[in-house]
């Protein structure tokens, strides 16, 4: 049976608690113990990679809950860098990869109600999928929420909790979460089902490159749920020997919130203040939980974490526009990151780039 693991002490938790993390103060990690990576071409969703995602029940052939998630296109930059296209997934961001999992495991639990504090995007796709499986849903989300991702949760029937910033919105769940005890909480950055339904992003890209994988991958970095699921990810397939060595993980930050790249530098999280308002909402988190994974994985796998400013994350998302690829300012953070790479020759090889939101919605 599955098992959540504390990061920091190693304490064990059945992953039907309701607990969402251990009396250290320590995040849940979950290992699937599966290594056997084996690919079920008759899916056309994330889930025909199964084989390396968390077991909930006897093994049945059809997929719990979905939506057609993950199988997003690959295509080139006028450059030749790899873009992952995976803001075309049912609710527009790549969070549906996490939530499509992590809703199966609510309704394998037998969930009635779920919550979830965030930035806007996750918030939208656990309330899309949650709807999906006939569970109720409370977002929490901050003030500044774009109006077409609270318009989102309108239409799937999100009982909405709008105010504050969203170091707000996470206090309130807290004390929401605390009167309420029956309600799960469904955190992608707290329950590590999310990361695994995120990793399969990975498995995509180096089925799509015909087996092989680039020796950059460059994503954004907020609560690090994408840089988690990539890890992830490149561990599964080192498991399963079927690559040796896995990509370098670029991590891209914006400057004006930049907690992880900072403390990449070694500069304590704690002291972290926010410099100034960024319009990459998404990936605008002054303090996230999993810091120390995150840090981590990236040094694990030789990468980095860089951080762009304002004026270089619009016209990263205007050189997009002028290719036809029309994404949120988050997601043009991380392009950014890997133009300004670029710029200072620092890749050299293969390099993919996860586009992670689509730009209607932040409009
Ligand atoms: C959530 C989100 C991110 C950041 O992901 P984290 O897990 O917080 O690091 C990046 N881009 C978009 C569009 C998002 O919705
Ligand atoms: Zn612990």
Redesign the pocket.
Known sequence: MLKYRCYVCSSTFEITTTRYRCDCGGLFVLETGSSVFEVDRSDWSLWRYRSLLPKLTKESSSPPISMGEGMTPLVKDLDGCILKLDFLNPTL???DRGSVVLMALAKALGVKEVAIDSSG??GVSVAAYAKRASIGAHVFVPESTSSKKVKQLQLFDAEIHQGGDRSFAALAIAEFLEHNRDIFYAS?VYNPFFIHGVKTVVFEIFEQLQGRLPAEIVV????????LGVHEAIEDLKRASVIQVGPKIIAVQARACAPVFEAFQQVPISSYRLSQETVAE??A?TSPPRASEIIAAVSESNGSVIAVSETEILDAQRRLFEQGIDV?P??AATYAGYLMLRKSSCIESECAVVL??AGLKSR
């Open positions: 961001s790549y969070k995007n996750a992608h954004p970095v907020g609560n690090g749920t994408l840089v998404g990936i988190i949120e988050t997601a992670t939101g």
